[in-house]
C-alpha cells in the first residue's frame, strides 16, 4: 500500500511515521508513506497557499491552485482508490472504515488547515471526506495519522502476531474482553482461573462473554440488541 499526505505542516507528520510499528511497516516495504509540502506547489510569492475567504469572515482557507498542482502531480504516477480529505464535517471515523481502507492500494489524504479548503477541491478532487470525532482540531495532520495508523496496522504481516488485529476493539462489532498477564496472582488480585485452565473452548466462551458483557454496559450502541 501507498499512502501519500498533502500538508502544509510535514514536520509535524514526519516524526510520527518515523517510529515504532509505521517505521518497522515501512522498513519491511508493506506501505510507503509519502508526506508533500503544499508550499511546493504552489506559485504564488512567498510560498503562499492560503488567502481570505471571499465574502469575508475570519479565517484562511487553503487555494484550490496548489492543492491541484500537487494532487495532478501525484495522479501522473498512479491512480488513487480513494482521495480522502480530513474534516470534522466528514463521515466518522471507525474500524469498518479502517478496515475497508486497508484493502486499497493507493490513498491519498489532504489536511486542511486555517478554515479548511476552497470548496471546489472538496468538489472536484476528494472522493471521501473523514472526521476523526465531534471536536474541530487546529489542522487535518492528527487525523491524516490517526486514520493512517488505523489503517496501517490492518495490513497483513505489519503486526508480529496477525491474530491480534483480528482480536481488537470494534472488530466484531464487539470491544475487547479484558486481558491479563503475569504474575497470576499480584498481592491477592488474581487472573480468572479459566484463564488458566489451558481449556481453548473455555476461554473462547469466556471471552466471548466478557466482550458482550463489556459493550452492553459501555457502547450499547454497537450493538443490534
Ligand atoms: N480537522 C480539524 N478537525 C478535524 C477532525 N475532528 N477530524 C478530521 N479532520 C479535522
Known sequence: MRIDIITCLPQLLDSFFAA??????QDK???????????DYTTYKHKQVDDYAFGGGAGMVLMIEPIANCIR??????????????????ERLNQRIANRLSLKENLLILCGHYKGVDERVREHF?????????YVLSGGELAAAVISDSVIRLIP?????????????????????????????????????????GHEAKINDWRYEQALQRTRTRRPDLLNE
Request: glycine share 4%; aromatic share 8%.
Open 157 to 197: 504481516g505489519v503486526l508480529s502476531d496477525e491474530t491480534s488485529a483480528l482480536t481488537d476493539s470494534f472488530q466484531d462489532d464487539m470491544l475487547a474482553p479484558p486481558i491479563y498477564t503475569r504474575p497470576a496472582d499480584f498481592e491477592g488480585w488474581v487472573v480468572p482461573e479459566v484463564l488458566l485452565s
Open 73 to 90: 502531480s501525484l495522479q501522473k504516477d498512479r491512480t488513487y482508490d480513494e482521495i480522502i480529505y480530513v474534516t470534522p464535517d466528514g
Open 126 to 134: 476528494v472522493t471521501q471526506e473523514i472526521s476523526i470525532g465531534d
Open 29 to 39: 516495504e508493506l506501505v510507503s508513506v509519502n508526506v508533500h509540502d503544499l508550499r
Open 20 to 25: 515504532s510499528i509505521l517505521k518497522r511497516a
